[in-house]
């Protein structure tokens, strides 16, 4: 039953009042500067464990030298929609740096990734088809599904026999796509690549992979997933954003020549929203360019996802079955989970909480983001700041 706007907003100011008394509102906060591996908040520095800066591109003086550079060419936006006026040689630049990266024929950009999911599904999904999603897909992904007009159903998380089963009984369908994140954006697990391939290809699915948080983690030269595998080939429509690892805005597909055009010439975000800022193209295009100069970096972020997750295990946390960047601290209900949040923050570590309905009831927890740019001491002092919380809320 629908409740009145006036009785959502005043339960929501009601919320949130409880949550700033009991200092238990993590959200909004204001970073002055960069934001690198330690940042400054409220005056205060703290070591940035919520940021997506996976590799510490942004502010890498190459990259940063081409969006300057960029500016001074193109100016500050493109004032038009990439069909009509917007399309400069930096968007194509762009286009052909991420499908030479992805191993795809050609590519397209959109503003953003959420809006690129979007684009993909709606455009290549209509009534008729089905799209199958992993229960624990990225929003934008579920949104996409319910603006297409297409039946969508999902499998249980990264459970191949529920996968299954929705395939075989998905024969009156036109066309088939499965659609899965590479990494999931709260549990940090790696989708079964290899077993949805062979699948796809048993009931003539095609394969859509989100690759939003395992370009420049996942495969030995940060290439993602399909270099994890070793699987080249295995996705037919590879997404990604360009607000991650690569730290710009927008968000991309690549794959066929023929339907990247026709993605070009019929999803609506590409026809009837302004194209991404040239400055955005250019910046983009130097981190792609970065992560294959300075593999290094690959390295240093895998070495320290194994030195965090490691400590964590041995005090006795839950990480669940992340192996990537993103490392879940599970505590279960919500008041423990915002009390840790706060002793580690009191204590200069800047992570969030995830609470439900962000995820299933009962798995509130901490989400790190475990980034190549920290150093071996600013794990160890995170480590021992989680160690002796834990202790005294006795989580661990
Ligand atoms: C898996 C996944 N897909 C898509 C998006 C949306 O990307 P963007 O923030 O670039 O719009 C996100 C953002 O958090 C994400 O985690």
């Known amino acids: 039953m629908a409740i009145l706007l006036e009785d959502r907003i005043n339960e929501l100011q009601q919320r949130l009042k409880k949550m700033k008394e009991e200092k238990n509102y993590f959200y909004l906060k204001s970073i002055d500067g960069a934001s690198g591996s330690r940042v400054t908040i409220d005056g205060r520095e703290m070591i940035m464990f919520a940021s997506y800066n996976y590799l510490g591109l942004i502010t890498h003086p190459k990259i940063k030298k081409a969006a300057i550079e960029a500016i001074e060419k193109y100016g500050t936006g493109a004032a038009g929609v990439r069909l009509l006026a917007g399309t400069t040689k930096v968007h194509e630049k762009l286009e052909a740096k991420i499908a030479e990266f992805k ?66 009984n998905s024969e009156k369908y036109v066309n088939k796509l499965i659609v899965v994140d590479a990494v999931y954006s709260m549990d940090g697990d790696v989708s079964n690549l290899p077993e949805i391939s062979r699948l796809a290809k048993k009931y003539n699915a095609k394969v859509m992979v989100d690759e939003a948080h395992s370009i420049g983690v996942l495969g030995k030269t940060g290439h993602g997933i399909e270099e994890h595998f070793g699987l080249k080939g295995a996705v037919d429509i590879h997404m990604g954003t360009l607000s991650k690892t690569i730290p710009s805005i927008g ?79 599970l505590v279960g209900e919500e008041k423990e989970t915002l009390e840790l949040c706060k002793m580690v923050n009191d204590e200069g570590i800047f992570i969030c909480p995830i609470l439900f309905p962000a995820i299933p009831k009962g798995t509130n927890r901490l989400r790190a983001h475990v980034l190549a740019t920290h150093t071996s001491e600013d794990i160890d002092k995170a480590l021992d700041v989680f160690k002796r919380a834990g202790e005294k809320l006795g989580l661990i």
């Open 251 to 329: 968000g991309y597909l690549a794959g066929d020549k023929d339907l990247i055009s026709y993605l070009k010439h019929n999803s609506r975000p590409f026809i009837f929203s302004a194209s991404l800022p040239p400055v955005a193209a250019a910046t983009a295009i130097a981190c792609f360019e970065v992560i294959e100069d300075e593999p290094e970096r690959i390295e240093n972020l895998q070495r320290n996802v194994k030195h965090f997750k490691n400590g964590l295990n041995s005090m006795g946390y839950n990480t669940m079955n992340s192996t990537t960047s993103i490392v879940p601290i």
């Open 103 to 168: 191993g795809a024929e050609d590519a397209v950009t959109y503003s953003s990734g959420y809006v690129t999911n979007l684009a993909a599904i709606t455009t290549l999904c209509q009534r008729g088809d089905l799209v199958i999603i992993d229960k624990l897909d990225h929003a934008s992904i579920i949104d996409g599904c319910l603006l297409s007009g297409a039946t969508h159903k999902s499998f249980i998380h990264n459970d191949m026999q529920s996968l299954e089963r929705i395939l075989a």
